[in-house]
């Protein structure tokens, strides 16, 4: 039984009628022609979300006022706060803590973990369960330069020139040189590497690596950096305390503005909690769940950028959070597929993009930003795209190209995972083609900070995805794991030595909140919407309309 | 009512949000126990969402690897209990669902750096019950994810970590297993445990890794990137585009570059 109902079954048979001249014309080494360099820059201004004008807006006010960012990230940039018609008392704090940390991904629990060994208490905020996030849901791998025919050094150009040299140089250099450190921490928290019988670590070559140096475990890398630290975390109950379904709202303040603490918002019981903490660590990872321009996600479902929202009311600066990753082959049918990867390999081992009448309509390695827009354009301007049952446009991956190209068993053999999770839904992707779209997949910047993952704000810390500047506009896969346990763990550092320097009697005030909120107004902010937040709502219109509150 | 006019409006699903186009074939299920309709082909997860629910616990990853979403369902007129992950499983007609949100579980602390016993004795002390398996198989029909649970933890009693270890290793932590478990074991906290007493101990160390840690803390790879930092963009490029690439069919280990300063 197909899993593709008759109506694409009728779809498909386009596509197969024109596969055998378009795998002639690749068995002779022909390709779609690439576009030109002036067709990129036209099509990618008017197809690709972070070009386009539309959808994009500068926001009005606050440390990054007047640079233009995606309409969503504006928008909640320019919301008011959660707490601005609520009677609050901060007189008496519910939590007093060393460290404070908002959002228990990797970058968070790792924090936590390297200042609980510096002997703080730390406090864990995190708004679903301990790890529920997208440090849990990275396959690929983990870089670090460990082998004898590698270094930081060479680690350090890959980063940087992937990057387009737009990165922080502090920051690389901060994290390729503590990648083997990190490495060897996971190691001695047992987490079980892929590993040749002597113990060495197998590792692979990544897109822009000039050494093999990606790490893995199975095809669940990030699960299971995950499900390690967070056990460590566990064991710890002495000093590291988590409060799980209880996100950070909005940021505390001193008379001074350095960042004092945090209110905190218990989802299920819908009461506040004030904490008082000596630092306080930002983690809270991306923003797909924004849907910037309606866009699915590969994120989790807590990946709603609160953490850049807290931050910037209290005065911390963004940095490149106006570029964003979009993976051009995300998965639209069947819907439990929708937003999932499907790598670059598949195009690579020679897949074609066919719209719905079996024609090719672009190269099929353009650069990601490129191959999104010529998708995107098929799509919604041309209208020769193809929508599924639930309302999605896409167009077809044609991957039993593969097979023919390669001989039978090739897209088992290179895909095993894939195959596997199309084949449970009752469709062979060696035989029959995958509808893809874009899909949001990587918040490329975020709150700036320094290499011992410091803000512009005194007493606020960031890691993760949620800071921006160590990938600069363009991330290369496998140094995100990376960057959160680096940064994450150089928070943790850090805020052990700010918490000797702090006596901890920090006054608590929505200060920052206030004169935000009057900025707002200056600027002629009518209506703010209130942010963060928290979860995105996928209610669907005819029960939303219906719904008493 | 004056709608706001689009001049193209094309009646798309946004995000996760599902907006089923006209005709969709719908069909009952039972949140609970109450009766609602749906349309075909989605998740169990955006099926509770399309009939009105917010998810606040039950959904994390919406991806099929967090654990979050543990669901038992079962078909109206069939005796049989199924299990499934909310985000993976297509809703069909006439099932009967209840996720399973929160498990307690029995997890007690550990200190990995400070053990006495073998990796075997410790497990037993830790989770004694674990011994205790009567061997039912009911923890292997129920995981979602096709683990052989009762499997591992036979290897567990036999004091073959490493086994379990690699047999438990696709766990996402969901607690269907535990749940329903009559000699109440708690099987994925104790195989969290074995993994990472595997990792630690029975997998020999990384040496090369070991190698390479000392040698960043002698600063020597500050130093180069202190210089790397100094210098210009085009410079930069010029040593980018220079880098030596290993060869995808290297031998690991083996394997050195023509150019050896830097290393
Ligand atoms: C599908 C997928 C595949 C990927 N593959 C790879 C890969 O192969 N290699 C790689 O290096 N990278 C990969 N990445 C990227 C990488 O996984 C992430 O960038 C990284 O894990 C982010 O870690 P983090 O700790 O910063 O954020 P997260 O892991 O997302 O953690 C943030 C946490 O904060 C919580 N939170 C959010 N808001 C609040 C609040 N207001 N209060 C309290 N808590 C809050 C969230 O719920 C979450 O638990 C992938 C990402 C995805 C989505
Ligand atoms: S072993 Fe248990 S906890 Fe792990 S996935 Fe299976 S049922 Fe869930
Ligand atoms: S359910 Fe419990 S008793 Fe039955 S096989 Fe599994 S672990 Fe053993
Ligand atoms: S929501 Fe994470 S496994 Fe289903």
Known sequence: MSGYGEEFQKLIEAVEASRPARVEMAKRGEAFPALTMTQREEWLGKYHPDYKDEGRRAVKVGPNEGQVFPEEVSELLESKSILSDLKIDLSKPDYETDLLVIGAGGAGTAAALAASDQGLKVLVSTKLRHGDSNTVMAEGGIQGADQEGDSPYFHYLDVIGGGHFTNDPALVGAMTNDAPIIIDWLERMGMMFDKFPDGRMKVRHGGGTSRKRMHSAGDMTGAEIMRVVRDEARNRTDTIDILEFSPAVELLTDDNGDVTGAVLYNLETKEYYVVRAKSVLISSGGFGRLHIQGFPTTNHYGATADG???AYRAGAALQDLDSTQYHPTGVVYPEQNVGLLITEKVRGLGAQLVNIDGEQFCFPLEPRDVESACVIRECLDIEKGIVTPTGRPGVWLDSPMIDILHGEGTVRKELPAKYIQFKRYGIDISKQPMLIYPTLHYQNGGIKIGADA???VPGLFGAGEVAGGVHGRNRLMGNSLLDVLVFGRRAGLAAAEHAGKTKGDGKLTLGHVTEFEKSLKDAGIKKPTVGPIILPDYTPDHVKSRQWC | MAAKK??????????????PPEGAKMIPIYVMGKRYIIPETLTLMKAIE?????YTRGCGCRGGICGACGTFYRFEGDYKLRTGLACQTVAEENMIIAQLPFFPSNRPNYDLENQKGT????????YPEVFKCVGCGTCTRTCPMDIDVMD??????RGDLRGAAQKSFDCVMCGLCASRCPAQISQFTAAMYVRRVTGKKIFPK?????NRVEEINTGKYAKMHKELAEKGKEELKELYVKREREPDMSEQGKWLPEDKENL
């Open chain 1, 308 to 310: 850049i929202i807290m």
């Open chain 2, 119 to 126: 990796p075997h004795e410790e497990l037993r002390a830790l």
């Open chain 2, 6 to 19: 689009k001049t193209k409006v094309v009646p798309l699903s946004v995000g996760d949000k599902t907006i």
């Open chain 2, 206 to 210: 990384a040496e090369h890794l070991t």
């Open chain 2, 152 to 157: 591992y933890v036979a290897l567990m009693k």
């Open chain 1, 454 to 456: 410091a803000t512009s």
């Open chain 2, 50 to 54: 399309y009939v009105g629910y917010k």
